[in-house]
């Protein structure tokens, strides 16, 4: 479990984040919801350790955590952007495997067939030699939610992982999220989409106003 309290953010004079408060419970979904601007994305990076806390708390499992520290955040949480961030020039097979043979130091042949499963399991076999290019909108989804998985982290965080997709995909989007679920994969997903957010998630934690924040049991 995921527990930050405390949690201070600003830019300047201007306070995004005040004293907030969240409980990610494992195996459970926690969705983020708010207007653009409230600071649910904002949020988002400080737990991934994209963004610097200006003060807060994090511990998961009871014991401290700082996502700051690339030697423990990136084996703890797991980040699918909004944009994907698929490298073009590199096949599917290899952007999945480069962060585990790089950062993990898994060699090239164990990368490769934890690789094949994730592939397997998120309905992608025989993309693997294929390029982002040359993926759907969906696709290239999975494959983003392949190469965070591939790092096994505990904790798995979308960024608006509807919001360039058909409502068709939406509702592909939903199964995955349930299926990890299913798989004892704990998630947290930010999105303006409150229904996509009552469909998947286990609490719901509405961003109304930069000094607003309530989180609540779906």
Known sequence: ?????????????RVI????????????????????????????????????????????????????ATDTSESVIGVVFQDFNLFPHLSVMDNIILAPTMVLKQSKQVATADAKKLLDQLGLIGKGDLYPYQLSGGQKQRVAIARALAMKPKILCYDEPTSALDPNLRKEVERLISGLKQDGM??????????????????????????KLNQTAD
């Not at 479990?1 to 004079?13: A, C, R, T, Y």
């Not at 930010?190 to 934690?205: C, G």
Request: glycine fraction near 8%.
């Open 1 to 13: 479990m995921l527990e930050i309290k405390n949690l201070k953010k600003s830019f300047g004079s």
């Open 17 to 68: 984040l005040d004293n907030v408060n969240v409980t990610i419970k494992d195996q459970e979904v926690l969705s983020i919801v708010g207007p653009s601007g409230a600071g649910k994305t904002t949020l988002l990076r400080c737990i991934t350790g994209l963004e610097q806390a200006d003060s807060g708390e994090f511990t998961i499992d009871g014991k401290s955590f700082d996502p700051n």
């Open 186 to 211: 704990t998630q947290l997903v930010v999105t303006h989409d409150m229904d996509f957010a009552r469909n998947i998630a286990d609490d719901i934690l509405e961003v109304s106003s930069l000094d």
